[in-house]
């Protein structure tokens, strides 16, 4: 007799850190109002980096099970909305892809905008930081999942130097899809270059407190991404179809 069987789903570990949290608030193991465990307590009891267990966080807070109070931490929402994640958008899927590239276009650079009247000036250092990592990063030839975070990290520092709560959520809301877009964005050499010339434009800009001008080259910036990941993922799509 043959037997088929459904192969099972690969998961992250942030997504298996978060549904084991949901079981969690969903079961009452945390009540209403109670704050769950530390990011250095959730990293150590699932053996995996405080990275992981923030993403998991950031999911949980999508889906408004929890709610983060700056310097006293995480805590379970009174009225959870959902349990899934509201933005039902798909990394895999094209169209969702190219949705959250469409956002970014309107979003990022007001973001930068924003930013630009706002950061501080340690910020602006570890952003100088993070384009010299990527420039190193792309030098040596180095891991494009390093270079794709220390992407992800550069727009995510802009976000929070908004200062606006809902700008910082929103960034939360698209941290995963957006960390995936830019591996794929850096597994062509071309890419990698301009992104951190671009970085350090805004940079520029940034010091210079020029709101324009950052929002200007963010606009670009963001603009010429969505326009190039469009291309390769409907090349890629083209090849699929062929095979």
């Not at 992981?52 to 966080?57: I, Q, S």
């Not at 802009?158 to 959520?169: M, V, Y």
């Amino acid at each position: 007799m043959k037997v088929v069987f459904t192969p099972f789903e690969r998961k992250s570990r942030s997504v298996v850190v978060f549904e084991a949290l949901k079981e969690k608030i969903e079961t009452g193991f945390w009540g209403a109002g109670e704050r769950i465990y530390t990011e250095n307590e959730l990293a150590k009891a699932f053996n995996v980096g405080r990275s992981t267990v923030r993403e998991a966080l950031n999911l949980l807070k999508a889906c408004n099970l929890v709610y983060t109070v700056p310097g006293m931490g995480s805590f379970v929402s009174s009225e959870p909305v959902s349990t899934s994640n509201p933005a039902h958008l798909d990394p895999k899927n094209i169209r969702d892809v190219i949705q959250v590239m469409e956002f970014r276009v309107a979003y990022e650079p007001y973001c930068a905008s924003l930013a630009a009247k706002r950061i501080t000036e340690a910020e602006i250092k570890k952003l100088t930081e993070y384009v010299s990592r990527q420039e190193s990063n792309v030098l040596t030839e180095g891991n494009l999942s390093d270079f794709a975070e220390m992407d992800t990290a550069f727009h995510g520092l802009i976000a929070n130097a908004t200062r606006n709560t809902l700008f910082i959520h929103s960034f939360d809301l698209i941290r995963e899809h957006l960390l995936k877009q830019q591996i794929l964005s850096a597994s062509y050499a071309q890419r990698r270059g301009r992104a951190f010339q671009y970085h350090n434009q805004i940079i520029q800009a940034l010091k210079e407190r020029d709101r324009k001008k950052a929002e200007l080259v963010m606009h670009e910036h963001v603009w010429e991404t969505k326009n190039a990941i469009t291309a390769i993922l409907k090349e890629e799509k083209k090849v699929l179809n062929k095979e």
